[in-house]
């Protein structure tokens, strides 16, 4: 009985300064994805329109948050981590040699057409598009995905070669 109010007294406690220093931080603003963007652009040394395929997303853990930034340019791959609320860059990688062609990502707009090919349609019948570039262990792929009417369709999109990898229409 001792232990369980040992264990009840703890978990309150805990949650009190949880709550305490959530509040402690409600001040305190992520920079944003342009800012993380941008913060990379420069920390790289190329502006917006140097790059390609650009991709950020905020990712989370149980003690930090970042900003995943990937571009191109110049068949160059760039990846940084943004630390979401200083700003500060946390990982800093890019190709330091030119890929060949054959190793060149088909890109986003490429990765479209391609969906949109297997679906027989044309860029003027769809809505809602979303493209993004995913890196697995082995394999990069585009998912893509878009509405036409009242179906929904998501591809998976070799990232290299441009294959339709996966398709699924609701």
Do not use: P
């Not at 944003?32 to 913060?39: D, H, N, R, T």
Request: aromatic share 8%; charged share 35%.
């Amino acid at each position: 009985m001792k232990i369980m109010k040992s264990c009840a007294v703890f978990v309150l406690v805990s949650v009190m300064l949880l709550s305490g220093s959530e509040n402690a931080f409600a001040d305190v603003k992520r920079i944003g994805s342009k800012a993380a963007l941008q913060i990379a652009l420069d920390e790289a040394e190329l502006t917006a329109d140097q790059v390609t395929d650009v991709d950020v997303e905020l990712e989370r853990s149980i003690r930090s948050s970042w900003y995943e930034v990937d571009f191109e340019s110049e068949g160059r791959e760039y990846e940084y981590r943004v630390e979401a609320y200083s700003g500060e860059i946390l990982l800093t990688e890019h190709e330091s040699e030119k890929r060949s062609q054959k190793h060149k990502r088909i890109g986003s707009k490429a990765a479209l057409q391609a969906a949109l090919d297997e679906a027989g349609l044309t860029a003027d019948q769809v809505t809602d598009v979303d493209v993004e570039f995913e890196r697995g262990l082995r394999s990069s792929w585009y998912e893509v995905d878009f509405e036409s009417g009242r179906r929904e369709y998501e591809y998976r999109v070799d990232a290299y070669t441009g294959e339709i990898l996966s398709s699924a229409t609701d």
